[in-house]
């Protein structure tokens, strides 16, 4: 293993818990701090945990879920020690349930399978017919197809499945531990970064300020499409008892201490957090659109609004979705480009729609130097989301901002701060 700024770059952290009735679970959170890039385009600074977790009965033991490529070796390592080591964990899995077939769950699947022959996969229909093209070699009869509401008895534990249909893909199930008031609830709940899941047990009260911004921005932009799918796992859910939530990243939450659920309650139905806020989001091609924001914001401030401004050309776009889904108004500003929109900013538009983004207020600010068209392209675009309405007039820049357009960029911070 490599250290690298005093972090082991991949490891695996074990945490294990246990009952008095016996029951005892294992956490293995499988750090990976080498990443740069998740699924190819969100950029973790913080690195990416991938969990996978021991559910031990008195009769039998369940792994739930494999891990990435990247850590499959450590992991399998990892979960051979917890076996070999342990009287609870009867010597050997009886099952490997498989929530979410996505490779950076699934990845460990095939090696699991081999490492103990007499273990049964366990997973929906859907993820049963899925299965041969990521895994071409687990053999049919070693798979046990389960629904919504089958529980499995392992003694003490029992693991009751939920079904998530797209949320965010179409095989996921979430598993129920009743004895321990255990929800592991998949890609749900989850979050970039390796941080949480490294250093804390899962109980500490500060959660409520560390986990929600990378959390939102992994719900905005990786589940956010699929609010709809949240909102009906969230109303099955509700009225279980839940103690504790299992997800496939990031660090397990003590509910009491932490209740992520009415965060995603807002998320998945678009309802800003902070209806007040205006996201100022600019795309510039030699800063002065960026400078205009940055005025903006400090006016909006001035009339005592919360703006946050997302430099396109310069920050990764996830952010500007995250902050869209937070805010309740969100300013897009850009430059002229060819007769057209700056490509990041189309992209961002494009994104908003992909993920149902709607009921927002809106405002437009373009740029050009000879013939500005951004902001009538823009509205095109924004007109295709339900329910934007806008804020204020156009402003134009003409390269930059000078007296006329500094004033009617004020004009649009009162409107923005006059109609929260
Ligand atoms: C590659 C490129 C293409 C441009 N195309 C247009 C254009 O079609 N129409 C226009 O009015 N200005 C155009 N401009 C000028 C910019 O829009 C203008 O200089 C810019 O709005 C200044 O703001 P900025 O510093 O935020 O980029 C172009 C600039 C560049 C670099
Ligand atoms: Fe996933
Ligand atoms: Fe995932």
Known sequence: MNDVNNHTTRCVRTVAREWPSGVRIDSLFCIDREIRCFEGQYPVADGMTYNSYIVSGTACSAVLDTVD?????????????????????????DYLIVQHLEPDHSAGIGAFMERWPECRLVCSAIAARMLPQFCPWVAADRVLVVKEGDSLDLGAASLRFISAPMVHWPEVLMTYEPSTETLFSADAFGTFGASLAETCDGSMAGYGTLWPDEARRYYCNIVGKYGKQVQSVLKKLDGTPVHTICPLHG??????????????????????????AVAVVSASLHGNTHEAARELCDML???????????LTCENVSLAVAEAFRCGAIVFM???????????????????????????RFALVENGSWAPVAASQMLAEVSRLDGFTQAGQTVTIRTRLDD???AALKTLAGELTILR
């Open 301 to 311: 401030r001035a009339d005592g609004a919360e703006a946050v401004h997302v430099a």
């Open 334 to 360: 850009c430059s002229t480009y060819d007769a057209g929109i700056v490509p990041v900013m189309r992209d961002f538009l494009s994104r908003l729609a992909s993920k149902g983004l709607r009921d927002r």
């Open 404 to 406: 006329s357009s500094r």
């Open 251 to 276: 660090p397990a939450l003590t509910v009491a201490k932490f209740n992520p659920v009415p965060l995603y309650g807002l998320w998945s139905s678009c309802t800003p957090e902070r209806p007040d």
């Open 69 to 93: 490529p990247s850590l499959v070796g450590q992991w399998l390592d990892a979960a051979d020690r917890l076996f070999a080591g342990c009287a609870h964990t009867h010597g050997h899995p």
